[in-house]
């Protein structure tokens, strides 16, 4: 269904639902047997009839977002609020919970709902999950329930729940995935099933958009099996934590010249690299992986204070999980966290991307250096001595690495 369509479709059943009626967006016996709906949750006493009515989720986000006292949280495409009013129990009475839908019929029945369930900290707003009528870091928390996979443009829907997530916030999600692309017979079939299909991701799809996206520590978990390759699913990924007024992102081209600007002044101090030189960008883009690469900024200006990236050690496949990493400072922003923040963000990046070894070498007068990669799990394997002349003189490098403690064990 095209996106008016869906909205109008959804209207219609909030509508049914205003008018005391139990809907259900799927075969009644998936419904229940799926785990959809109110079958999916082991906490609604005392929730309004009309919002377990209204209930058309393939799971219980509200449970695997591990929601906390006092958190903001946003559930994208809420209908009749169900998993809003569950956070709010969770978020307490410091805590916001606000539930977005294009359905204005469906807004209406949640905050009918709401108003019921005697619930005071929660917002209900009219809008789309493509472009989120919240501020940038607004809230700790994104989850939503089976509605994702209804969106056409999911990369939007991906990339403004990143924006909205303050650093270190934590996105977790029900919705139908796919483990591998259907042909349209089973598509059909499955669609005339459980009813929320026609758009939905292969797990890697879901995984490769959320990386994209900027989102790290990504989990796909497949819970019930609905036949044909089809499942509902549990999504779940983090926004790289880092200090207040900044943000962890991936690297863009329009970053270029503030990324070579630091590192040449990473090099003007002779204690970063042999290099004397910055690349060009198109030699820096050429000698590094194109996902492995983050920026920290300055959230109000949007400068580049530092930025982290990988490049391959060897074309050989039995190295194929092994990088080489930089990681550079602005000069003016060092030891406030910035390189600790980003190693991290890389590291778990790593992870997603099934990197067994990350190594870098380090000049051993670069006591900074060793110490930052010693404090996130790197370890010294040894000393390369006098292995090229900087300046006239013959220099040693310390070479480090971390195993991840998931990835090839």
């Given at each position: 269904m095209a996106s008016d369509e869906i909205i109008d479709h959804y209207s219609a059943l909030a509508r049914s639902a205003l008018h005391g009626q139990r809907i259900a967006d799927c075969d009644p016996v998936a419904f229940t047997g799926g785990g959809f709906g109110p079958a999916g949750y082991d906490d609604i006493a005392a929730l309004p009839d009309g919002a377990l009515r209204a209930s058309l989720g393939c799971g219980?986000?509200?449970?695997?977002?591990?929601?906390?006292?006092?958190?903001?949280?946003?559930?994208?495409?809420?209908?009749?609020?169900?998993?809003?009013?569950?956070?709010?129990?969770?978020?307490?009475?410091?805590?916001?919970?606000?539930g977005l839908d294009a359905s204005p019929a469906m807004v209406e029945l949640a905050r009918r709902n709401a108003e019921q369930a005697g619930v005071t900290n929660v917002q209900f707003l009219q809008g789309t999950i493509e472009a989120i009528p919240l501020p940038g870091h607004a809230v700790d928390v994104v989850i939503s329930n089976c509605v994702i996979n209804l969106s056409g443009d999911k990369a939007a829907v991906l990339a403004e729940a990143f924006r909205v997530l303050r650093p270190g916030g934590r996105f977790g999600v029900s919705d139908v995935v796919t483990t591998q692309v259907l042909d349209e017979q089973a598509r059909q079939?499955?669609?005339?099933?459980?009813?929320?299909?026609?758009?939905?991701?292969?797990?890697?799809?879901?995984?490769?958009?959320?990386?994209?996206?900027?989102?790290?520590?990504?989990?796909?978990?497949?819970?019930?099996d609905h036949g044909d390759g089809v499942h509902s699913a549990i999504v779940q990924?983090?926004?790289?934590?880092?200090?207040?007024?900044?943000?962890?992102?991936?690297?863009?081209?329009?970053?270029?010249?503030?990324?070579?600007?630091?590192?040449?002044?990473?090099?003007?101090?002779?204690?970063?690299?042999?290099?004397?030189?910055?690349?060009?960008?198109?030699?820096?883009?050429?000698?590094?992986?194109?996902?492995?690469?983050?920026?920290?900024?300055?959230?109000?200006?949007?400068?580049?204070?530092?930025?982290?990236?990988?490049?391959?050690?060897?074309?050989?496949?039995?190295?194929?999980?092994?990088?080489?990493?930089?990681?550079?400072?602005?000069?003016?922003?060092q030891a406030h966290g910035i390189g600790r923040a980003l190693l991290r963000a890389f590291i778990a990046a790593c992870e997603d991307a099934g990197?067994?070894?990350?190594?870098?070498?380090?000049?051993?007068?670069?006591?900074a250096s060793l110490a930052l990669h010693q404090a996130v799990g790197f370890r010294v394997v040894g000393t390369r001595e006098r292995v090229g002349c900087h300046h006239g003189v013959w220099r040693d490098v310390v070479m480090v690495e971390r195993r991840s403690p998931v990835v090839g064990t």
């Open positions: 219980n986000p509200v449970a695997v977002a591990e929601i906390r006292a006092g958190e903001t949280v946003l559930d994208l495409g809420s209908g009749g609020g169900i998993d809003v009013l569950l956070s709010s129990r969770r978020v307490g009475p410091y805590g916001t919970v606000f079939r499955a669609e005339e099933r459980i009813g929320c299909v026609a758009g939905s991701l292969t797990v890697q799809e879901y995984r490769e958009l959320l990386v994209t996206a900027g989102f790290v520590a990504v989990t796909v978990t497949l819970a019930a990924a983090e926004k790289p934590a880092i200090g207040p007024g900044l943000e962890i992102r991936p690297m863009r081209e329009s970053d270029a010249a503030e990324v070579l600007a630091i590192y040449q002044a990473g090099l003007d101090t002779g204690q970063a690299g042999f290099e004397t030189v910055a690349p060009s960008w198109e030699g820096f883009t050429a000698s590094r992986l194109p996902r492995l690469r983050y920026v920290a900024v300055d959230t109000d200006s949007g400068e580049v204070l530092g930025w982290a990236a990988a490049s391959a050690v060897s074309a050989r496949s039995v190295y194929a999980g092994v990088v080489e990493h930089s990681v550079y400072v602005h000069p003016g922003c990197v067994w070894t990350i190594q870098s070498g380090i000049f051993p007068e670069n006591v």
